[in-house]
């Protein structure tokens, strides 16, 4: 987030290509597993869990790896979803990334699995043929979503200023 991932392609490109992970999914998985942004967000969030709870845990006879699993991952669960929901909405976005590590139509997003010729989508019939009325129907309803007021209907839009 702090730094796009239209920065770091080059570089992520480069060294995808040198391990020999183009066409692989893991060309494609590896380049966003970690992020500055949510390492800085799970350490903040891990610092604001009190000490005396891991001083309890260590009087019980806790281990370190028993602490972060029993309480400091369950205390941060939803620093993990929303980091997960974010990463997983940041990977699937990732137009650039995926057209450009991987040929095979196999390993991309569902959204961008298709032929690149819409004419020959049609006659594969694989997608339904669209008869180019789509956009009237959110063309009918904009005087009444974006129409402004004709006039001030007892001051409701506008605050009157009495002199």
Sequence with gaps: MMIPSELVVITNFVTITNWDLRNRFAGLILPSITSVFYIYLLKEN??????????AAKVDGTSDLKYLWK???????PTLVTITI????ECWNSYVWSRL??????????V???PRNPGERL???KY???????GSHFRASDPAVFRLPEKDH??????????
């Design 46 to 55: 891990f610092e604001q869990v009190p000490d005396e709870l891991y001083r």
């Design 101 to 110: 590590i991987t040929d095979d139509p196999a390993y991309l997003p569902g």
């Design 86 to 89: 974010l990463k997983l909405i």
């Design 128 to 134: 339904p043929r669209y008869d180019g009325h789509g």
């Design 112 to 114: 961008q699995r298709h």
């Design 154 to 163: 007892g001051g409701r839009f506008q605050r009157r200023i009495k002199g």
């Design 123 to 125: 006659r594969s019939g």
């Design 71 to 77: 309480v400091m991952i369950p205390i941060c669960r």
